[in-house]
């Protein structure tokens, strides 16, 4: 069966300027959860979906949105790109009723110049 | 102070030795312990998880989870080349992941 397919995997943006990224889950999981990962930091949540509605986020600024869909794809965007967003950006898919059967998936690599 | 802790390592090792990884929380809610593998370029993978305390085994890898010293860790044994990689903790709270900060392990041939 398919995993957690992120698109695209590589992106460079700008200062200034936002990004969507998208996550296409594993079919019949109706749970996404994104998480930033970097060298200094490691990896941190930025948000879960299930079933269209956000049950828990982060500690991440306002900059920092996402969204499910009816068919629980999502989407993550941010605004205002500062270089520190620079990171692999990664999600996970799941049931949504366990709190261990998290599937990930590659991972978008932002890079803000 | 980091809910989790875990030693970024490197931790490099000649094939065939047993290895073992640890982390220590702090957060005494935590039930669900999971252990995940990160190669280069890729997402981490669940290798196994373990529901409070007690041991679990999947062939080579043993997962052993005690919460009254709040410390888990991760065996494996007879280690090849191929298991070089990222070997991340993850403990599960209120629908998301807290980590460890990844230990990176090398297998010498």
């Known amino acids: 069966k398919a995993g957690v397919t992120q698109t695209p995997r590589y992106l460079i943006k700008t200062r200034g300027q936002q990004v969507t990224l998208s996550c296409s889950p594993i079919s019949g999981h109706r749970s996404v959860s994104w998480y930033q990962q970097t060298p200094g930091q490691g990896l941190q949540f930025l948000f879960e979906?299930?079933?269209?509605?956000?049950?828990n986020k982060g500690n991440f600024p306002g900059r920092f949105s996402g969204r499910q869909f009816s068919n629980s794809r999502s989407e993550m965007n941010v605004s205002t790109l500062e270089l520190g967003d620079s990171a692999l950006y990664l999600c996970?898919?799941?049931?949504?009723?366990?709190?261990?059967?998290?599937?990930f998936g590659s991972g978008t690599r932002l890079t803000v110049v | 102070q980091k809910e989790v802790e875990q030693d970024p390592g490197p931790l490099s090792v000649p094939e065939g030795a047993i290895v073992s990884l640890n982390c220590t929380y702090s957060n005494s809610a935590f039930q669900y312990f999971m252990w995940y593998r990160q190669y280069s370029r890729k997402g981490p993978e669940l290798l196994m998880y373990t529901y409070s305390s007690g041991n679990k085994e999947d062939g080579r890898f043993t997962a052993q989870v005690d919460k009254s010293s709040k410390y888990i860790s991760l065996f494996i044994r007879d280690s090849q080349p191929s298991d070089s990689a990222t070997y991340l903790c993850?403990?599960?709270?209120?629908?998301?992941?807290?980590w460890g900060a990844g230990t990176k392990l090398i297998i010498k041939p």
């Open positions: 979906y299930f079933s269209e509605t956000q049950r």
């Open positions: 996970a898919s799941s049931l949504g009723w366990d709190s261990y059967g998290y599937t």
């Open positions: 993850a403990m599960d709270s209120n629908y998301q992941l807290i």
